[in-house]
Each structure stands twice: as structure tokens, then as C-alpha cells.
Antibody, heavy 119, light 102 residues
Framework: QVQLVQSGAEVQKPGASVKVSCKAS????????ISWVRQAPGQGLEWMGR????????NHAQKFQGRVSISADESTKTVYMELSSLTSNDTAIYYC????????????WGRGTLVSVSS | VLTQSPGTLSLSPGERVTLSCRAS???????LSWYQKKPGQPPRLLIY???SRATGIPDRFSGSASGTDFTLTISSLEPEDFAVYYC?????FGGGTKVEIK
């Protein structure tokens, strides 16, 4: 069954970093991009960035430039999203999603990883 | 980049729903998608390329486009359709429209 399996919930302190993983199955890894989208409590969806796993080429939303790192490990079909300098505003559910390379639509989503930032 | 309206709609099952998404500049409809989001669940792709239904999406959902204006229509609301709907263009999401039970 094609799916994206994300790592478990995290609790981090302000100023720390968090690394969330997203393991893909099937042909998901090579034929698509993997995007990261987050949703803070009571807020809408926010696109953070994406990677083309085949070429390990990431790009990020300008808002997160310098703070987010997206990488891929082809051997384990896993994509990672690391977010640094965390604040309480980063408390959110983080989703990975399989997306079309050209028209950006995302048809397969992980179940989400809750990241809580609290002192 | 993307403005969705209205913010909230209060409707009854069986009603027809029209949700709006306006882009700030001219874009190809090829890049416009619609998603449904329910609490505790990941987003669900409904429409891609402005007009095409995703796999398994009922035909009561349809998408259309006119210039910078994109529309998601639900022809007759089912109880399971009460949710928040988002449009997406490239790496941008609209603010969402909540469809709630009246």
C-alpha cells in the first residue's frame, strides 16, 4: 500500500531544533516531490518547502529561509524536515505530502506530526 | 496571493455551495488545486488543474475558472462535506473557507 509514514510527536524548548521524518513506500520517492505543510492551532495550511528526492533538490518558502532544511535519503526512501530556532509560533501539526512535480497538487499525505514548543 | 471567500458559510445538507478563490495576478489554471480539511485528518485533494477531480472524489464536487477567479462547487451538501476548504497555487494556500452546519 502506498503511504507516507511520519515520525512521532515532539516536544521542544524555545531555541531548539526539531527533525521530522517521512518514510515513503512504492514509487512515491522517485516520481514525485515531497512537500512539507504545517497547520498551527486554529490557523490555515502553510506550505514550508519541498524536495525532489531523485535529485535531492530542495526549495523553501521565503518565510522559512535560513531556518528550515529539507533533505532526502534515497536508500531508506525517507525525507527529513528540520526546523531550527523554534518559538511557540512553530507549535503546529507538520504534514508531509506527495506532490506532482509540475502542477504542485498533493494527492497523498502523511498523518501529521505534532510539534509542541514550550518552555 | 490567494484570497478565499467567504470565510465561513452556514448551510444545510442538500444545499448547493459555491466557494471562491481569487489569485492576485493572472495564473494558469493548471496549477490550481482544492483540498478538504477536517479536524484530526490530513488534507484531502479534491480538484487539481482547476477542473479535474482527484481519484475517488464524488462528482458532486466540481471546479471551474475564469481569469483570476477559481470556484469549487458542491452540488448538494452531504453531512460529511462540512469541513474547511483550501485552494492552493504553487506553494501558496488560501486562507480557507469553513462550511458549517446551519
Amino acid at each position: 500500500q502506498v503511504q507516507l509514514v511520519q515520525s512521532g510527536a515532539e516536544v521542544q524548548k524555545p531555541g531548539a531544533s526539531v527533525k521530522v521524518s517521512c518514510k515513503a513506500s512504492g514509487d512515491t520517492f522517485n516520481s514525485y516531490t515531497i512537500s512539507w505543510v504545517r497547520q498551527a492551532p486554529g490557523q490555515g495550511l502553510e506550505w514550508m518547502g519541498r524536495i525532489i528526492p531523485l535529485s535531492n533538490t530542495p526549495n523553501h518558502a521565503q518565510k522559512f529561509q535560513g531556518r528550515v532544511s529539507i533533505s532526502a535519503d534515497e536508500s531508506t526512501k525517507t525525507v527529513y524536515m528540520e526546523l531550527s530556532s523554534l518559538t511557540s509560533n512553530d507549535t503546529a501539526i507538520y504534514y508531509c505530502a506527495r506532490c506532482d512535480r509540475t502542477n504542485w497538487h498533493c494527492d497523498l499525505w502523511g498523518r501529521g506530526t505534532l510539534v509542541s514548543v514550550s518552555s | 496571493v490567494l484570497t478565499q471567500s467567504p470565510g465561513t458559510l452556514s448551510l444545510s445538507p442538500g444545499e448547493r455551495v459555491t466557494l471562491s478563490c481569487r489569485a492576485s495576478h493572472s495564473v494558469s489554471s493548471y496549477f490550481l488545486s482544492w483540498y478538504q480539511k477536517k479536524p484530526g485528518q490530513p488534507p484531502r485533494l479534491l480538484i487539481y488543474g482547476a477542473f479535474s477531480r482527484a481519484t475517488g472524489i464524488p462528482d458532486r464536487f466540481s471546479g471551474s475558472a475564469s481569469g483570476t477567479d477559481f470556484t469549487l462547487t458542491i452540488s448538494s451538501l452531504e453531512p460529511e462535506d462540512f469541513a474547511v476548504y483550501y485552494c492552493q497555487l504553487y506553494g501558496f494556500f488560501g486562507g480557507g473557507t469553513k462550511v458549517e452546519i446551519k
